[in-house]
């Protein structure tokens, strides 16, 4: 067996099980999340294996972080739609702040042999995006309405700008 039909396998197995959560035409979206969660475990904790794309590496190191994140208080309020306008439209400046930070690292690294072959700027930037929301959210003089950043929006932009300087290849 190749390892492709392997993993097919697995992923149908993985389908058939979420599809025996749904009763009623109503979805248990907490037992789909297990079964995720439980999934994703033994896909990339329990494997011997080493990570064979840097797609893989980054899944299987950021796996459990990205799962908290997406099960967070303020991110459950965003996808219920109960997160007010201000409190979202606060979040939306400081993604912006972050993505800068990402976005000027990327194109002063681009050249560099460990990071120009994953640098797709048209596919990764999301800094013209969310400018976009800001206008929509705050109107066309946006700069001036968004409040200042929290201290640890600006110690997370600041640490990627210190990664992105120091740490040239």
């Not at 996808?79 to 979040?91: I, N």
């Not at 690292?105 to 929301?133: V, W």
């Not at 959210?137 to 409040?147: M, Q, R």
Request: charged share 35%; proline share 3%.
């Amino acid at each position: 067996m190749t390892k492709k039909f392997v993993e097919d396998i697995e992923r149908e197995r993985f389908v058939v099980s979420i599809r025996e959560t749904k009763i009623n035409n109503d979805w248990n979206f907490k037992f789909v999340e297990e079964k995720l969660a439980v999934y994703l475990q033994e896909q990339y904790t329990m494997s011997s294996e080493e990570p064979q794309t840097l797609r893989d590496a980054l899944k299987m190191g950021v796996w459990k972080e990205h799962e908290e994140a997406e099960n967070g208080v303020f991110t459950q309020a965003i996808m219920k739609g109960t997160v007010s306008r201000e409190t979202y439209r606060q979040f939306l400046a400081e993604l912006r702040e972050i993505y800068m930070a990402i976005e000027e690292m990327a194109e002063l690294n681009k050249d560099k042999s460990c990071f120009g072959p994953i640098y797709f700027p048209t596919e990764m930037n999301r800094l013209k995006s969310l400018e976009e929301d800001l206008e929509f959210f705050y109107g066309p003089d946006w700069h001036e309405k968004v409040k200042p950043m929290t201290e640890s929006a600006k110690e997370y932009a600041a640490r990627i700008r210190d990664i992105g300087k120091r740490f040239q290849l």
